[in-house]
C-alpha cells in the first residue's frame, strides 16, 4: 500500500541501545492522554521527561518519527508480554494523539493501518505482537482504552481478534499463554476485555472463556 503521508522528522533525545542485541517483536500502541499533538511531541522530546515513543500520530493524520526503530524509546515502562520484561528493548513504540475520551479520528487510523504493515514487514512482526500498552502493564496503564477499534485492525491483519471457542478452558491460563502478564486474576480480566469486550461487566462469564481459548489456541505468544 503506497503511503498516505510524509513522516515528519522531530528527533527525541530519549532513547538508547536495544539490550543484549533484541530485536523488535512487538509493537506497542499508546494514546498521549495530552491535550494536542503539540503537547505531545513536547513532553516526548523533553530530556527532563525521559519519555518517548518511535512514532507520534497526530489527530489529522500527521506521522511524526521520534526514534530511528534501531534504538530503545522510552515508552512501555515497567511490565512484562509473555515471556519479555525489557519489553522496551523488544518493541516499537506508537503514540496517538487522543486523550482517552473520545473516538480515535478516522484520519489518525488510516495512518497507522499504512504505519503498521510497514514496520511488521520491516521486523518480521506478526499480528499478535501488535499489543495495547496496557496489555503489557495492566498494573499502571489504560492505553488506548476501550475506545480504541482493535477489531478494525484485526479485519486487515493488523492485530488479532478472537472467535468463541467451543471448548474453554481455563481462563487465567489462557490469557497467561496469550501473553497477558502475571497479575492478579480480576486485574487480568479487566485488561483483557479493555481491549476485547469493553461493555461487559461482572464477574468472569462462558463468552470470556471462550474468547480467551480462542486467543491461547490461535495466537500464544512464545
Known amino acids: 500500500m503506497a503511503a498516505l503521508f510524509d513522516v515528519i522528522d522531530h528527533p527525541s533525545p530519549n532513547f538508547g541501545m536495544r539490550r543484549d542485541g533484541a530485536q523488535p517483536s512487538l509493537i506497542v500502541l499508546h494514546h498521549t492522554a495530552m491535550q494536542s499533538d503539540a503537547a505531545a511531541l513536547e513532553r516526548l522530546c523533553a530530556p527532563e521527561a525521559e519519555v518517548s515513543a518511535h512514532y507520534l500520530i497526530g489527530a489529522q493524520g500527521a506521522v511524526w518519527r521520534l526514534v530511528d526503530e534501531e534504538a530503545r524509546a522510552w515508552h512501555a515502562g515497567a511490565g512484562q508480554w509473555g515471556a519479555i520484561h525489557d519489553v522496551n528493548s523488544y518493541s516499537i513504540g506508537i503514540e496517538l494523539d ?80 496469550f501473553g497477558y502478564p502475571p497479575v492478579e486474576e480480576s486485574l487480568r480480566l479487566a485488561v483483557f476485555r479493555r481491549r476485547f469486550r469493553p461493555w461487559a461487566r461482572g464477574p468472569v462469564d462462558a463468552v470470556d472463556a471462550a474468547l480467551a481459548a480462542d486467543l491461547a489456541a490461535r495466537w500464544p505468544f512464545a
Open 98 to 177: 487522543n486523550r482517552g475520551d473520545h473516538p480515535f479520528s478516522e484520519p489518525q487510523m488510516k495512518a497507522l493501518e499504512v504505519l503498521l504493515p510497514q514496520i511488521m514487514r520491516r521486523w518480521g512482526i506478526t499480528a499478535q505482537g501488535v499489543i495495547g500498552h496496557s496489555d503489557m502493564a495492566p498494573c499502571r496503564k489504560s492505553d488506548p482504552g476501550p475506545r480504541f477499534d482493535w477489531r478494525r485492525l484485526a479485519r486487515q491483519f493488523l492485530s488479532v481478534w478472537p472467535e468463541p471457542c467451543p471448548d474453554p478452558g481455563n481462563l487465567s491460563d489462557d490469557l497467561l499463554r
